[in-house]
């Protein structure tokens, strides 16, 4: 890594001297010649410019497409989550296309239009069809966006069903609790003021309804199918329960409850068997290698999304979806946290 | 009337000068009413602002494709409690993200942008003496110096800067305990804000009235400029929105010195619970983002304004459209104030409010795209003449529309749910605002370099600065949606806390050289700068072939601008390769001919 960052200054120390060597170059030379009379000459090499940059930028586009897209989240593990990435992908498509056309348009004007010394532009100041085109045509595309992304976020903000499974997840500094409602599928009580070392959470031990709750850190199990509600807290700061591969996410704010459900499709294990997801645990897996570190397996992860203090940067829980014979399995492995005393 | 009275205060002015020859160098160049004065010492302000802010950005950068290594430059620069050993800190870390932000938007894009060329062009292109009010008009350039330096004393407190992000979202900026950042440096940032929003204030009240006073004869609100349209429209937006920040900050101030509970509620910190009950960090985002959004189009409206005028002088034909120019403008103005919810969709705000939000940020994509396709309208069959300003005018189309479409993908609530706060949304801001407002801003440099300081600046170093700039801000930006793609969150100090990022270190390399690109090509842009500014060749009165009201103004910079009477406008400004005139241009100042019809009609 310190080869590669000495090559780059190396190349770029080499660069800042040569322009600087012309930098004194041109500073000399700066008060007989005439510099900022713009010539034909110099019409012609920037319009030439323009054309190449823009067959340039579109070969770096596609390489950015071609290398990056395979090192983005793989397929959504949520159901929700395969709407919005197919919606994703519509957008995208429809503004990949006005990008391309735009683009080609406005290089291409910028190299075929260069100023000729003996040219002269044509005046043309406004046109009441053209402008009528490209008010609706925007008009129009936008409506159809906003009708797929409403009916898509009007899905996804509905209530959730009354057996959805009940997780609280609790957001401090810099690190999660989750707390699961045991038999009754309700979470007890809590307060501030009841927090201590040992009662991080601020249970309040007389609800009866929080007596069959759990407590577990650095992991937590869902059902593969089952519905999961989710309610948010934080102790001091806003943070943000992201949980990217299940493309969920919602801030958890102090003094409020918020919530997000969704049902889980695929469990850890199945996504580690996903072709995509192999290939991109190797790339990983190689990185890894090199900075001596041993090889991980994939994990769905619950990350801080909202910046809460020095250590934001990691702030991490892993979440392992299982089948829901498993998760019963695990969970009644589990003792509810007031009858660990 | 009022151009009477202020004809008759020049000439009175003129006349003394004449005897005595000699203003003080204090008056004339340090605590000066003069709009041209005060528009330099905003402009230069900005760009040593910049340029710091701008080094702050290459430091994280490197941290971010090098975590954990050691850099010289770093304990050089922060010293050895916030980079022993040459490895950054994450609490520098922190504070260089906030301040980085902080002055780019609001000292470089805002301050910067607005005071710089509202000041230079209102007076100039509407023929008027100078500002309504010249007094206020300095008081604005010193609270922004002061405020300017307040923004910068935070580095040197011993608990660092403020660092809860540029949004200081409480309770982590109301909180002492909850960071090093949020305690004195933290206060500064707000002491800083608030003699920001005073001099945004003082300079926006200035140019509005400027703008509906003191017009000169003829003048008429649709033969003003396109320039002289956007910093009016931005003046409103700034008046209206700035308030509400300053009450943001003022509860904030509240809640940080005096027990107050606006944003606090049921916090547990440092090992106690504390007093305040009640109040909602909610609230602080909602009073923030009702200035926050219309700041960014306080932010790219000016760098709109500076390209029509731009495009139009250098393609050598009328801006295209021009009323319908004018009607986005209001448009994106007004619409301006009813989005800012969708900064906010994942707070937990009702999903009903968050559909409406929708709906009114995709409206604005319509008059953000009538813009784009009159730009490139008005490049079609021109007579392009490149100079460096018409360079970063293209530049400036191409990071609007493609930084503009990533905005339609956010602004969307279901598609924000993934990607919101991820680094997607900091490629698309910094492309469609930050690039493009500094491609903007700069292009306004080049091109009235000549009026501004009454020499010219070197072209080839400015293409050189040009495309140096623009290869390296797309190669900085592009690959950074990846990625926020990849699902990694804004203001990590880090990415390798977590394995399922390891495989990005490459983009973030990538990313970074070009970052050092970009900045290395600043030194040009500096060296061109301020050698001009001294050395450059003198200007001739109307290097451009411009049509608008400021060139025809003589080559000095003169109190009251015109030496004899103010010039009167018989047409709108954009009459270049008109059919049947002789030269290409035709200057606001001549008259119509017989049966000519003005405002682009044939």
Known sequence: MIKFLIYVAIILTVFAIGYLVRVFELASGLKGNKPHIITEKDNRLNGR????????????????????????????????????????????????????????????????????????????????????????????????????????????????????????????QFDWTARYAGADNKLGDSNYKLITDENALGMDEKDAKGADDIVVRNEFHIPVGKEIEFKLNAREVIHSAFMPHFRAQMNCVPGMTTMLHFTPTVTTEEMRKDPYVIELMKGINEARAKRGEKPEEFNYMLLCNKICGNSHYNMQMTIIVESEADYNKWLSSQKPFFAKK | MENHDLHAHAHHHGHEEEHHHEESFVSKYIFSMDHKTISRQFLITAVIMAFIAMIMSILFRLQLAWPGEKFWIMNFLLGDKWAPGGVLDAGMYMQLVTIHGTIMVFMVLTGGLSGTFSNLLIPYQIGARDMASGFLNMLSYWFFFLSSVFMLMGFMVESGAASGGWTVYPPLSALPQAMEGSRMGMTLWLVSMSFFIVSSLLGGLNYITTVINLRTKGMSMTRLPLTIWAFFVTAILGVLSFPVLFSAALLLIFDRSFGTSFYLSDIYIGGQALEQTGGSPILY??????????????????????????????????????????????????????????????????????????????????????????????????????????????????????????????????????????????????????????????????????????????????????????????????????????????????????????NLI????????????????????????????????????????????EWTTPMANIHGNWPGALPVVHRWPYDYSKPGKEADFVPQTVPLADGEVDGGGH
């Open chain 1, 49 to 172: 410019i323009m054309l190449t940059f823009l067959v340039v930028f579109f070969l770096f586009v596609i390489w950015n497409l071609k290398s990056f897209v395979p090192l983005t989240l793989p397929k959504s593990a949520s159901e929700h989550g395969d709407d919005l990435d197919w919606l994703f992908n519509f957008n995208m498509a429809i503004l990949f296309i006005v990008f391309t056309l735009t683009h080609i348009l406005l290089f291409y004007f910028a190299y075929k239009y260069y100023g000729r010394d003996n040219n002269r532009a044509t005046y043309f100041p406004h046109s009441n069809k053209l402008e009528m085109i490209w008010t609706v045509i925007p008009a129009i595309v936008l409506a159809v966006i906003i009708i797929f992304g409403l009916r898509a976020w009007n899905k996804i903000t509905a209530k959730a069903s009354d057996d959805a499974i009940v997780i609280q997840l609790y957001a401090k």
């Open chain 2, 285 to 502: 985002e909602h009073l923030f983002w009702f200035l926050g959004h219309p700041e960014v189009y306080i932010i790219i409206l000016p760098a709109l304004g500076l390209t029509s005028e731009i495009i139009s002088v250098n393609a050598r034909k009328p801006i295209f459209g021009y009323r319908a120019m004018i009607g986005s403008i209001l448009a994106i103005g007004f619409l301006s104030f009813i989005v800012w919810g969708h900064h906010m969709f994942i707070t937990g705000m009702n999903p009903f409010l968050g559909s409406v939000f929708v709906f009114t940020t995709l409206l604005i994509a319509i008059p953000s795209a009538v813009k784009a396709f009159n730009y490139i309208t008005t490049l079609w069959k021109g007579n392009i003449r490149y100079t460096p300003a018409m360079l970063f005018a293209i530049g400036l189309v191409s990071t609007f529309i493609s930084g503009g479409l990533t905005g339609i993908i956010l602004a969307d609530s279901a598609l924000d749910i993934p990607i919101h706060d991820t680094l997607f949304v900091v490629a698309h801001f910094h492309i469609v605002m930050g690039l493009s407002a500094i491609l903007g801003m700069l292009a306004g440099v080049y091109h009235w370099f000549p009026k501004m300081f009454l020499r010219h600046m070197n072209k080839k170093l400015g293409y050189i600065h040009f495309w140096g700039t623009f290869v390296a801000a797309y190669g900085v930006f592009f690959p950074m949606h990846f990625l926020g793609l990849a699902g990694l969150p804004r203001r990590y100090y880090t990415n390798s806390a977590f394995p399922m990022f390891d």
């Open chain 2, 506 to 549: 490459d983009i973030n390399i990538i990313m970074t050289s070009f970052a050092i690109l970009g900045g290395l090509m600043q030194l040009v842009f500096l060296f061109n700068f301020f050698y001009s500014m001294f050395r450059g060749p003198k200007s001739e009165q109307n290097p451009w072939g411009s049509n608008t009201l």
